[in-house]
């Protein structure tokens, strides 16, 4: 019993064991065989006892059996694949498998010439089916995928298109590049142009109190917006570092504190040391300039609109400029500010603390400002995105009429080019000059000071119709004193009066009325000017002769503009608009 089961055993493991049957093999065969494969029916239990091979499949049978033998050549494990492949399979050829890896189709470049140019023979090899695809050479080197596109490989791809790109043309490509150009940041490596002078006197300065260890003057330098005193200072200070200068700059903003007291905040956190409470902060910055040692290096303290640090008893401003005069301070002090009046109106014990080094930056001309606008075009070849130099000679001699802000040149420049670019292709061209008037009329309606102006009552516009009047009378002044703003002022409205709906009260009662106006108008006048400081529109600075006011980012052209746009009584906009021509 034992000895016939130990047999029935050994037999059994004789035995190969049935194939697997697999779906997914099951899939691939049925896609591969092109033909249905018959075979005829065979006992193939028996003939795997016999220890036979089955016969290859012939052209009868179904195909579910020439799967089945398919299977049985490897009964055990995972059914192999090599014998599914028998017959050659279609290939693509070549050009479409290197579209597939490169991503674009072989340049001639690379050895494959076209088929214009190929001979007869070779054009036919070309032309073939999978049979010929091997008797054409691949390249040597292998085919590598492309590195994926950067912020700055798209910007350099918009900025250099190559012949054949769909959607692209010349004009396009060159409206790209100044639009780039006109950037108000100045491109590095370059320097500010039309500012040789002020420039050399600032080196100098600067250079003498690094070497000195420290310095009892004050750098002051002053000028209107826009006429690059920042970008002058921080461009020698950028050349004085490389330079091996052994200096640490403390760069304060004095328009961006919410008080003149957290100056001293900010400069401590910028010097090295510990931090200590905001009542002790004056104390320790002393502290820190008496105890300076000849090995440490010089401090370069630059503040950047420092008339915003003005106060009633001028305590910050003393208190600041009282660190010149400590003898181990290794100090050196630079201010700018936008008012020239400045060190004028400082208080005699702030004044006597230290000596002042002036350097004013003019506002630019008409033939800087086209300086500067086409040395940035030139640099990227962008001068042909405007349609003659006649564009830029006018656009420059509109800001320089204003105020001579080279920001403002750049702006109008470069949403001129914008517009542009927004164009339909047909449409689309250099910038003309209705595009840089149409860019100006944007600019200036999108400004919320424009818009604050636009929705003002009528008696503040009329004042500040009055400024506009008082500023264009006195050429290339900045400021007007406010008696004077008050008298035109007392004209407009009593010209307004008389025109308007009480133009048929009699001579007596407008008399009286004039009168009225003589005692309540400076009253008005005072109330209009801190009304318009506060939200930003005009400035306002005390002098000896008593109080003057100035505009806050909008030059006398622009204001104007403005109240053309909103104003209804003839005679006003006859004054407004006799006085832009004058």
Same mark, same amino acid.
């Given at each position: 019993?034992?000895?016939?089961?130990?047999?029935?055993?050994?037999?059994?493991?004789?035995?190969?064991?049935?194939?697997?049957?697999?779906?997914?093999?099951?899939?691939?065969?049925?896609?591969?065989?092109?033909? !249905? =494969?018959?075979? +005829? %029916?065979?006992?193939?239990?028996? @003939? /795997? $006892?016999? &220890?036979? *091979? #089955?016969?290859?499949?012939?052209?009868?049978?179904?195909?579910?059996?020439?799967?089945?033998?398919?299977?049985?050549?490897?009964?055990?494990?995972?059914?192999?694949?090599?014998?599914?492949?028998?017959? !050659? =399979?279609?290939? +693509? %050829?070549?050009?479409?498998?290197? @579209? /597939? $890896?490169? &991503?674009? *189709? #072989?340049?001639?470049?690379?050895?494959?010439?076209?088929?214009?140019?190929?001979?007869?023979?070779?054009?036919?090899?070309?032309?073939?089916?999978?049979?010929?695809?091997?008797?054409?050479?691949?390249?040597?080197?292998?085919?590598?995928?492309?590195?994926?596109?950067?912020?700055?490989?798209?910007?350099?791809?918009?900025?250099?298109?190559?012949?054949?790109?769909?959607?692209?043309?010349?004009?396009?490509?060159?409206?790209?590049?100044?639009?780039?150009?006109?950037?108000?940041?100045?491109?590095?490596?370059?320097?500010?142009?039309?500012?040789?002078?002020?420039?050399?006197?600032?080196?100098?300065?600067?250079?003498?109190?690094?070497?000195?260890?420290?310095?009892?003057?004050?750098?002051?330098?002053?000028?209107?917006?826009?006429?690059?005193?920042?970008?002058?200072?921080?461009?020698?200070?950028?050349?004085?570092?490389?330079?091996?200068?052994?200096?640490?700059?403390?760069?304060?903003?004095?328009?961006?504190?919410?008080?003149?007291?957290?100056?001293?905040?900010?400069?401590?956190?910028?010097?090295?040391?510990?931090?200590?409470?905001?009542?002790?902060?004056?104390?320790?910055?002393?502290?820190?300039?008496?105890?300076?040692?000849?090995?440490?290096?010089?401090?370069?303290?630059?503040?950047?609109?420092?008339?915003?640090?003005?106060?009633?008893?001028?305590?910050?401003?003393?208190?600041?400029?009282?660190?010149?005069?400590?003898?181990?301070?290794?100090?050196?002090?630079?201010?700018?500010?936008?008012?020239?009046?400045?060190?004028?109106?400082?208080?005699?014990?702030?004044?006597?603390?230290?000596?002042?080094?002036?350097?004013?930056?003019?506002?630019?001309?008409?033939?800087?400002?086209?300086?500067?606008?086409?040395?940035?075009?030139?640099?990227?070849?962008?001068?042909?995105?405007?349609?003659?130099?006649?564009?830029?000679?006018?656009?420059?001699?509109?800001?320089?009429?204003?105020?001579?802000?080279?920001?403002?040149?750049?702006?109008?420049?470069?949403?001129?080019?914008?517009?542009?670019?927004?164009?339909?292709?047909?449409?689309?061209?250099?910038?003309?000059?209705?595009?840089?008037?149409?860019?100006?009329?944007?600019?200036?309606?999108?400004?919320?000071?424009?818009?604050?102006?636009?929705?003002?009552?009528?008696?503040?516009?009329?004042?500040?119709?009055?400024?506009?009047?008082?500023?264009?009378?006195?050429?290339?002044?900045?400021?007007?004193?406010?008696?004077?703003?008050?008298?035109?002022?007392?004209?407009?409205?009593?010209?307004?009066?008389?025109?308007?709906?009480?133009?048929?009260?009699?001579?007596?009662?407008?008399?009286?009325?004039?009168?009225?106006?003589?005692?309540?108008?400076?009253?008005?006048?005072?109330?209009?000017?801190?009304?318009?400081?506060?939200?930003?529109?005009?400035?306002?600075?005390?002098?000896?002769?008593?109080?003057?006011?100035?505009?806050?980012?909008?030059?006398?052209?622009?204001?104007?503009?403005?109240?053309?746009?909103?104003?209804?009584?003839?005679?006003?906009?006859?004054?407004?608009?006799?006085?832009?021509?004058?």
């Amino acid at each position: 019993m034992a000895k016939a089961k130990v047999v029935k055993n050994i037999m059994k493991a004789a035995l190969p064991k049935p194939p697997v049957r697999c779906p997914l093999v099951e899939a691939m065969v049925r896609k591969h065989l092109q033909k !249905p =494969v018959e075979t +005829p %029916p065979v006992d193939v239990q028996s @003939k /795997r $006892l016999r &220890g036979r *091979p #089955p016969k290859a499949p012939s052209a009868q049978g179904t195909t579910q059996e020439a799967i089945s033998v398919a299977l049985h050549k490897r009964p055990r494990g995972r059914p192999s694949l090599k014998a599914l492949h028998k017959r !050659p =399979v279609a290939r +693509p %050829p070549l050009k479409a498998l290197h @579209k /597939r $890896l490169v &991503g674009h *189709p #072989p340049l001639k470049a690379q050895g494959m010439r076209s088929e214009a140019h190929q001979s007869p023979q070779e054009s036919h090899q070309t032309r073939a089916g999978p049979s010929s695809i091997n008797s054409v050479t691949s390249p040597s080197t292998p085919p590598q995928r492309p590195r994926p596109l950067t912020r700055e490989d798209s910007e350099v791809k918009n900025l250099t298109p190559e012949k054949g790109d769909a959607g692209y043309d010349h004009i396009n490509a060159r409206l790209e590049r100044a639009a780039l150009a006109l950037k108000p940041v100045l491109p590095k490596g370059s320097s500010l142009p039309c500012r040789d002078v002020e420039r050399l006197r600032i080196t100098n300065h600067l250079r003498t109190g690094v070497m000195q260890g420290g310095s009892t003057q004050v750098l002051y330098v002053s000028g209107m917006p826009g006429t690059g005193k920042t970008a002058t200072v921080l461009e020698v200070l950028e050349e004085l570092r490389s330079q091996n200068g052994n200096f640490h700059l403390v760069h304060i903003n004095a328009m961006r504190l919410g008080a003149p007291q957290q100056i001293f905040r900010e400069i401590a956190d910028q010097l090295p040391g510990k931090r200590v409470s905001n009542g002790q902060l004056h104390d320790h910055l002393t502290h820190f300039f008496l105890k300076r040692k000849r090995e440490d290096p010089v401090t370069v303290l630059l503040v950047d609109e420092v008339d915003c640090l003005m106060t009633a008893n001028q305590a910050v401003l003393y208190k600041v400029f009282d660190w010149l005069g400590m003898r181990r301070a290794r100090l050196v002090l630079a201010a700018i500010s936008n008012t020239m009046d400045l060190p004028e109106r400082l208080l005699p014990r702030v004044a006597s603390r230290f000596h002042i080094e002036r350097v004013d930056f003019e506002p630019y001309n008409r033939s800087q400002l086209h300086e500067i606008l086409s040395s940035r075009l030139k640099a990227v070849d962008g001068l042909e995105a405007f349609s003659g130099d006649v564009v830029l000679k006018l656009c420059a001699a509109r800001v320089a009429a204003g105020s001579g802000d080279v920001r403002k040149a750049l702006q109008v420049c470069r949403c001129a080019v914008s517009s542009c670019v927004q164009k339909s292709e047909g449409e689309r061209g250099p910038v003309k000059i209705a595009d840089l008037e149409a860019a100006e009329q944007e600019l200036l309606f999108a400004n919320p000071v424009t818009k604050a102006i636009l929705s003002q009552s009528t008696q503040t516009r009329r004042f500040l119709a009055a400024v506009a009047l008082e500023l264009m009378q006195r050429d290339q002044a900045d400021t007007v004193f406010l008696h004077q703003v008050s008298a035109r002022f007392k004209k407009l409205l009593n010209v307004t009066a008389i025109d308007g709906e009480r133009c048929s009260m009699e001579l007596d009662r407008a008399a009286e009325e004039e009168m009225m106006l003589d005692s309540e108008v400076e009253d008005m006048a005072k109330y209009l000017t801190l009304r318009l400081q506060a939200m930003s529109i005009l400035r306002v600075s005390s002098l000896t002769c008593g109080q003057a006011v100035s505009l806050g980012s909008l030059d006398v052209e622009e204001l104007a503009v403005a109240l053309l746009k909103v104003e209804e009584d003839p005679t006003v906009r006859e004054l407004l608009e006799a006085g832009r021509f004058l």
